[in-house]
C-alpha cells in the first residue's frame, strides 16, 4: 500500500466514522436542556453553564 492510498483509506474511514460520534445528546437539567457534542457542551450550552456558574457565584457573594 502506498503512502496515498493510506492517506486515502484512513481519510475514508474517518469521514464515514464521524456521524458517529457527532451525534448529540441532550440532558435536561433545572437550568434549561444542555447539548452534549460528542461528550463536549455545544457553544450555547457553555454560554448557559457559565451564566449558571456566574448567577450562583453572585448570589454566594459576601456584601461585607
Known amino acids: 500500500m502506498t503512502t496515498k492510498q493510506f492517506l486515502f483509506a484512513t481519510t475514508a474511514i474517518a469521514l464515514l466514522a464521524a456521524p458517529v460520534f457527532a451525534q448529540a445528546e441532550t440532558v435536561n437539567t433545572r437550568i434549561g436542556t444542555l447539548e452534549l457534542q ?12 457559565f451564566d449558571e456558574m456566574d448567577f450562583q457565584r453572585a448570589t454566594q457573594a459576601d456584601p461585607h
Do not use: R
Not at 460528542?38 to 453553564?49: I, Q, R
Open 38 to 49: 460528542a461528550g463536549y457542551p455545544s457553544k450555547e450550552t457553555a454560554e448557559k453553564l
